[in-house]
């Protein structure tokens, strides 16, 4: 039975596709917009294998639509590459959509407010809600206003990686030197791997994206000579025990064996953080500052996996209330901070609806934007988000 409320999603993304197949089975009239292909992001790291199987990266209502039209789908014990992912799964999710909902690629929301109310219009009243949301949209054909009664925000973080420099902030010459700096997990088949492949090489970072950069550089270019920047003074993995994710405890005993200075090729340099980059030669030479020095490294290339941070400036025209240490909707951000999970991301369940509802009504972020800088959003948490939104989080009508 159609529905006839308009709901508009902000991103062709994992999150996005599946709110989008949810919305449609439930009714609604759907449209997403996407600034650059289905599935964009998870092209940058389609060469990468997932820690987890497909059981935790495919929603109910998905596989369901999947289904109906007679697809087959991969082992649920499976761990898909990146690649797989999109080729066996979200490719074929978003062109059976096609049929229901209307997804415009290349087309990117530029900011989103409510039709002749200002930000600082209605606060807490029931009059805001009746105001439609106006979408500014640009497109092949141009610009334009698009109406929506409900909007849901799944455009993700990678489009907004963190700076190299100390506090966060850009390192002196970073921005002038930003097409020397490779800001996500090597490629080692294509040019990337060309470029780094027996090379002097910087990786700054020590998350789980900086210790896949490691363990490739090891596996597929063991001659090149690595050095290894991050920020905590000690060993900076947390090992697991029994973890059921095989792949992200190799990489965790990797980490600390390689902070310790017991792997082979790889140059611990704890406690740091970038503070300048300059071109020397044809490479670079780069000031790591820690807390009562610095040092000088000559490389012939960075690899930053520092992480990521929301573009908030889609909504500044909205009543949202965000967390002022992560960025993320401030109600998810203390239920994060208050149930951490002891560190293991699988342990995380959802939070309910109440945390994903903003001070503007039908208004949500879902997905890895919705965790700020938080690097632990799993996709089957933002399966359950999606399910809180459609059964309890829109405002009745």
């Excluded at 999150?15 to 650059?36: D, K, N, Q, S, Y």
């Excluded at 066996?88 to 978003?94: G, I, K, N, V």
């Excluded at 059976?96 to 209605?122: A, C, F, N, P, W």
């Excluded at 390689?258 to 670079?284: F, H, N, Q, W």
Aim: overall charge negative.
């Amino acid at each position: 039975m159609k529905n006839r409320r308009r709901v508009v999603i902000v991103g062709g993304g994992p999150i996005g596709v599946e709110c989008a197949a949810r919305a449609a089975a439930e009714g609604f009239e759907v449209t997403l917009f996407e600034a650059g292909e289905i599935g964009e992001h998870v092209r940058q790291w389609e060469h990468v294998t997932l820690f987890s199987p497909w059981a935790l990266n495919r929603s109910s209502w998905g596989m369901e639509r999947l289904r109906r039209e007679q697809f087959e789908l991969e082992d649920d014990e499976e761990y898909p590459t990146g690649r797989e992912y999109l080729e066996h799964y979200l490719f074929p999710l978003a062109d059976m959509l096609s049929q229901d909902v209307d997804i415009r690629e290349e087309t990117k929301v530029l900011g989103i407010s409510r039709d002749m109310v200002l930000k600082g219009d209605h606060i807490g009243g029931e009059a805001r809600a009746r105001a439609p949301f106006l979408l500014r949209v640009e497109g092949p054909r141009g610009e334009w206003f698009h109406e929506a009664d409900v909007v849901i925000d799944a455009s993700g973080v990678l489009s907004q990686p963190n700076a190299l420099g100390p506090g966060g902030l850009e390192a002196i010459g970073e921005e002038k030197l930003n097409g020397e700096v490779l800001r996500r997990i090597p490629d080692m088949e294509g040019k990337e791997g060309e470029e780094l492949r027996g090379r002097r090489v910087l990786v700054v970072g020590h998350g789980h994206s900086a210790l896949t950069t490691l363990d490739t550089l090891q596996e597929q270019a063991p001659n090149t000579r690595v050095v290894w920047a991050f920020r905590a003074e000690e060993e900076p993995c947390t090992e697991i025990e029994d973890d059921p994710l095989p792949q992200r405890a190799r990489l965790d005993r990797l980490g600390n064996a390689a902070a310790r200075g017991e792997v082979e090729g790889i140059e611990p340099r704890s406690g740091c953080m970038v503070y300048s980059l300059e071109r020397k030669g044809d490479g670079l030479e780069v000031t790591l500052q820690g807390r009562s020095d610095r040092q000088k490294v000559e490389v012939d290339r960075v690899v930053a996996n520092v992480g990521y941070r929301p573009d908030t400036s889609l909504y500044r025209e909205l009543q949202v209330h965000l967390c002022y240490a992560s960025d993320g909707p401030m109600k998810l951000a203390a239920s994060l901070l208050a149930n951490s999970g002891g560190g293991d991301c699988l342990a995380q369940e959802s939070a309910g609806v109440e945390t994903l509802k903003n001070p503007e009504p039908d208004f949500f972020i879902l997905g890895a934007k919705s965790y700020g800088r938080n690097p632990n959003f799993l996709l089957r948490l933002g399966f359950e988000q999606i399910d809180d939104v459609f059964r309890h989080g829109l405002t009745r009508v």
